[in-house]
């Protein structure tokens, strides 16, 4: 395990976890689709919504918009409170057999060290939130749903996917004014300026995944 950081004085020092790939063995957004709708309708969605987004597939901006459109088709409607509940049931799973325990691990080390932590993830808060709360974090920023003044969900993200230079302001927003030494774990290009945000950027090896340039924390 690293030494601690030479953080300044003053500053609080903060652990920041990618959710997908990070924390959990897995990408989770499709998964939990198919928990809430089943999978024939995720499969029929999820086409439908990429003939309908253009632009670039390879750029973030189309994730981000192929995003929106899943989440409009599948979401538009749908009661908050069952929401709530079968996000829960996912994060129980999640919390059973779908995080990794080096990361946890190293989540552990870094609250004996008096660091907070906070995920900072384009999931879905509905089950981010119950693993995080599970692990004694202090923060959450994901990607969330807009619900309307009937308890339905709307059918829109409430806010932008929190994917790439969305990561790196909600966490200034979240940091506020205070000084702070920041370290960031992350494994795909979506992290790449919460890393380059870091004082201490950690990519971590997806280890579901073999490549030659694969690497372990760091």
């Known amino acids: 395990m690293p030494a601690p950081p030479p953080a300044a004085r003053n500053a609080t020092v903060v652990a920041a976890f990618d959710f997908d790939g990070t924390l959990s063995t897995r990408d989770n957004f499709v998964p939990f689709l198919v928990r809430v709708a089943g999978a024939a309708t995720v499969a029929q969605t999820l086409v439908a919504s990429g003939l309908r987004v253009t632009g670039n597939r390879r750029s973030g901006e189309w994730r981000d918009a192929l995003k929106a459109e899943v989440v409009r088709r599948i979401f538009t ?58 692990l004694r974090f202090d923060g959450v920023l994901a990607s969330e749903l807009e619900v309307d003044h009937s308890g339905r969900l ?59 340039d694969r690497v372990p924390i760091e």
């Not at 779908?98 to 509905?126: C, E, F, M, N, Y």
């Not at 709307?154 to 302001?169: H, I, P």
């Not at 774990?185 to 201490?200: H, V």
């Open 77 to 134: 409607g749908f009661d908050a409170e069952r929401f709530d509940a079968l996000g829960n049931a996912f994060a129980f799973d999640l919390l059973r057999r779908r995080l990794r325990p080096d990361v946890v691990d190293r989540v552990d080390w870094h609250r004996t060290q008096g660091h907070k932590l906070v995920i900072v993830s384009a999931s879905l808060g509905v089950y981010v939130r119950p693993v995080a709360r599970q």
């Open 154 to 212: 709307t059918g829109r993200l409430a806010g932008n996917n929190v994917r790439g230079a969305e990561k790196t302001r909600r966490l200034d927003l979240w940091l506020g004014d205070e000084p702070a030494y920041v370290w960031a774990y992350g494994d795909s290009s979506g992290d790449r300026e919460l890393w380059s945000r870091a004082d201490r950027p950690v990519r971590v090896a997806r280890r579901n995944r073999f490549s030659r």
